[in-house]
């Protein structure tokens, strides 16, 4: 599996950080179909656990695809506070269920800061 993001910091201890993802490739399949519908929640790997739970901080959901291209292929971008401790992004990719069924976790990439 693989994600392709963009981190942006405007200087190297910048209180805040803008975070593109891009696309997806190769995820995994966790539907019946073959496919998945992934979206990727984007966060700070030391943000509250509320942030998790956050829609603020997520794609829109890429319908029966195992290559994703979120925005077009410019990518959604998210900005982030930059907490101290802050030493990584973490890039958390989801196959969202219909209903009443909970969104199954596909996988996790890391980007240093």
């Known amino acids: 599996m693989t994600v392709t993001s963009r981190v942006f910091l405007a200087q190297a201890c910048a209180p805040w950080g803008n975070v593109c ?8 399949s966790a539907d019946d179909n073959g496919l998945s519908d992934p979206y990727v929640q984007v966060s ?3 943000s ?9 901080n997520r794609t829109k959901t890429a319908r029966r695809t195992l290559n994703p291209v979120w925005g077009g292929g410019r990518g959604e971008t998210f900005t982030f506070v930059r907490a101290p401790g802050a030493a990584e992004v973490q890039l958390r990719v989801w196959d969202a269920d219909g209903g009443l069924q909970r969104s199954q976790f596909l996988g996790i990439a890391t980007v240093p800061l």
């Open 48 to 56: 509250p656990a509320s942030a998790f739970n956050s829609r603020s």
């Open 21 to 28: 993802v891009v696309a997806g490739k190769h995820l995994v």
């Open 44 to 46: 700070l790997d030391n």
